[in-house]
C-alpha cells in the first residue's frame, strides 16, 4: 500500500458547485485553489476531484471528449498542474477521477469509429458487424445505439446512451464481432488508457478514483479477465509510477483488491448495505432506534476477511450519485455517523458540503444528474452573494441553492464551537493521533445485533487498543463488553460506563476509549 493511503482522510470535490472564482456560476480549478487552506483545516489531506476534462456535460463530466484536456470552463491543464502543485505544497494529495469504460459520443475516437469506412479508430468501441445484429444483450452492457452513423453496425453502451461502451474485449466471444481480450483492438484501448493516465501521473497527480472498474471486459461474468486487465494495468503503473494509487468505483472489494486496487468503495446500491446505516426508512444513525446494522457488519466483515492485509475498503458520507445524508439524519445524528465513519479501517471520504450537514434539494435534473442533482448543489460558504459561492448572476448558477432560512454554511458552522464541522474536525484529528484507528489497525466487532444498539468494535494495532461504543439510539442501552477502560480518547453525549463486563450507555452517545 502506498504509505500516504494510511493517514489520508478525502475530500471529494465536485468541480462545478465547490467554488467559482470568474463568476460565470460554474465552480473552477482557481476556485478549488483558493480553499485548499480551509479543507487542510477541516483536517483532510487528500482530493477526488470529479471529471474535469473536456466533455458536452451529458452526464456531468463522465461523458469524456478527451482524457488528456482540462474543460475550459474549470480552467487549463497548466490550471490543473497548479493545483497539484499547490496541493503538494500543503502536504495533501490529489487523485482524478478516471472513467475508462466508456467516452462520450462527442470523443474524436468514437466520431472516426462511426464512420463507413474502415479505420484505425474501428475496434476503439464495441460494434456489431450489421445493423441488425444487436449488441445488448451480453453480461455489462447495458444498451445500444442503432441507424445513427453510417457505419453499417450497432454500438454498446455502458451507461447512459450517450456514453458509447470502449472495447476492452469479451471474456468469452462468441460471435466474430466480438473481439478477444488480448486481440489488437483490446489491447489498443488498453494501451490508450494506460497513456491518459500517464499523461497525469508525469503531471504530477497522485492517482485516480476509476469509474465502474469493474465494467471493462464483457460477457466477464465472474470478472476474471477484468481482474486480469487491471493486474496488467498495475503492473505498469508499479514501474512506471510505483507511488500512483487506484481507488475503483466496483464494491466488490475481493475483486478489485485481486486486480491491484489499493481500495474500494462500498456502493449505495448491490450488496453492501450501506444504505441501512444512514439512507432508509429506518437508518441505524437514527435516534427512533429502529433500525439495523447487523447485516451491514456481517457483509462488510465477510469482505473484510477476504481483503485482510491486502487492501481496504471505503466508507464514504456520501458522493454525488445518493441522497445527500442529511436528508435522513440532523445534526445531532450525523456527529455520530462521523463518530463511526471516521473510527472504521481503510480510508474515510468526506463529500465537498457534508461537514456542514447540506440538504438535498428537490431539483429538475442538471447535466444528466436526475435525482443526483439535489445532491450536487453549490457549496453554502457565507451568508454573502449566492452563499459565497459565486460573484455570478444567480440564474447562472450551476443549480440554485437552499433558499431555507437555516441553510448551514460554513462560516457559521466555523465560529460555533459546537457544530458538526467542528465535531467533524476533531474526530480527524483525534484518528490520526491514534494509528490503530487509521487504515489499516484491525477491527473486531465486539457487539451488534439484528435491531439492537448500541454498535461496538475494536480498533488495534501493535501498539494500542481503542474500543469505539457508538448508541445512536435515543434509549440508554447496555451490552456485554470483555473489557477494562484505561483511558477516554473520545466523549460525545455522555460518558459510557464499563462496569462487570457490561458496558452502559446513554442514548445518542459515543466513547472511544483505550483498553
Ligand atoms: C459512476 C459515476 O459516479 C456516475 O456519476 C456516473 O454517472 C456513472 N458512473 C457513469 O460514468
Redesign the pocket.
Known amino acids: 500500500m502506498s504509505h500516504w493511503l494510511e493517514e489520508s482522510v478525502f475530500y471529494e470535490i465536485y468541480p462545478q458547485s465547490f467554488k467559482d472564482l470568474n463568476g460565470d456560476g460554474i465552480g473552477d480549478i482557481p476556485g478549488i485553489i483558493q480553499k485548499l487552506d480551509y479543507i487542510k483545516e477541516l483536517g483532510c489531506n487528500a482530493l477526488w476531484l470529479?471529471?474535469c476534462y473536456l466533455s458536452p456535460f451529458g452526464?456531468?463530466g463522465?461523458?469524456v471528449a478527451d482524457y488528456c484536456q482540462v474543460a475550459p470552463r474549470y480552467g487549463t491543464n497548466e490550471d490543473l498542474v497548479r493545483l497539484f502543485k499547490e496541493v503538494h505544497k500543503r502536504d495533501m494529495h490529489i487523485i482524478l477521477?478516471f472513467?475508462p469504460?466508456?467516452t462520450s459520443v462527442e470523443h474524436p475516437w468514437f466520431k472516426e469509429s462511426c464512420k463507413a469506412e474502415p479505420n484505425s479508430y474501428w475496434g476503439r468501441y464495441i460494434w456489431s458487424d450489421s445493423i441488425w445484429t444487436d449488441v445488448a444483450d451480453y453480461d455489462g452492457i447495458t444498451g445500444s445505439l442503432r441507424g445513427l452513423y453510417p457505419r453499417n453496425g450497432c454500438v454498446a453502451v455502458?451507461?447512459?446512451s450517450n456514453?458509447p461502451a470502449l472495447n476492452y474485449g469479451f471474456a468469452h466471444p462468441t460471435e466474430p464481432w466480438q473481439s478477444p481480450v488480448d486481440s489488437p483492438e483490446a489491447l489498443g484501448t488498453r494501451q490508450a488508457m494506460k497513456d491518459a493516465m500517464a499523461f497525469w501521473l508525469s503531471k504530477g497527480c497522485d492517482g485516480f478514483r476509476v469509474?465502474?472498474a469493474g465494467s471493462l471486459v464483457k460477457n466477464d461474468t465472474d470478472s476474471v479477465e477484468t481482474i486480469r486487465l487491471w493486474q496488467d494495468i498495475r503492473n505498469y503503473l508499479d514501474r512506471a509510477y510505483p507511488d500512483a494509487v487506484l481507488i475503483s468505483?466496483w464494491g466488490e472489494p475481493d475483486k478489485s483488491l485481486m486486480g491491484g486496487f489499493h481500495m474500494d468503495f462500498l456502493l449505495h446500491f448491490g450488496p453492501s448495505h450501506y444504505m441501512d446505516l444512514f439512507r432508509c426508512e429506518h437508518p441505524y444513525f437514527s435516534r427512533e432506534g429502529k433500525g439495523d446494522a447487523s447485516a451491514f457488519v456481517e457483509t462488510y466483515q465477510k469482505n473484510y476477511n477476504l481483503t485482510k492485509q491486502k487492501g481496504m475498503i471505503c466508507i464514504p458520507s456520501g458522493?454525488?450519485?445518493m441522497d445527500r445524508i442529511r436528508k435522513y439524519l440532523d445534526y445531532e445524528e450525523l456527529k455520530l455517523v462521523y463518530a463511526f465513519l471516521l473510527s472504521m479501517p481503510g480510508v474515510p471520504f468526506l463529500y465537498y458540503g457534508d461537514e456542514i450537514g447540506m440538504r438535498h434539494l428537490e431539483l429538475n435534473s442538471v447535466e444528466?444528474?436526475y435525482g443526483?442533482t439535489g445532491a450536487r448543489t453549490p457549496m453554502q460558504w457565507d451568508n454573502g452573494k449566492n452563499y459565497g459561492f459565486s460573484d455570478g448572476e444567480e440564474e447562472n448558477l450551476y443549480t440554485v441553492q437552499d433558499s431555507s432560512i437555516d441553510a448551514p454554511v460554513v462560516s457559521q458552522q466555523m465560529a460555533k464551537a459546537d457544530s458538526l464541522w467542528h465535531e467533524i474536525q476533531k474526530l480527524i484529528k483525534i484518528r490520526r493521533n491514534y494509528p490503530s484507528l487509521c487504515a489499516s489497525g484491525t477491527i473486531e466487532f465486539v457487539y451488534c445485533q439484528p435491531k439492537k444498539y448500541p454498535l461496538v468494535y475494536l480498533r488495534s494495532d501493535e501498539k494500542s487498543r481503542i474500543l469505539v461504543a457508538i448508541n445512536p439510539s435515543a434509549e440508554d442501552v447496555s451490552c456485554p463488553c470483555p473489557y477494562e477502560m484505561k483511558e477516554k480518547i473520545y466523549g460525545f453525549g455522555k460518558d459510557i460506563q464499563i462496569e462487570n463486563e457490561t458496558l452502559h450507555m446513554s442514548g445518542q452517545s459515543a466513547g472511544f476509549v483505550l483498553v
Do not use: I, K, L, T
Request: no cysteine; charged share 30%; net charge negative.
Open positions: 470529479n471529471p452526464d456531468a463522465y461523458d477521477d472513467v469504460g466508456h455502458n451507461f447512459f456514453q469509474d465502474m468505483e458522493n454525488h450519485d444528466g444528474g443526483r
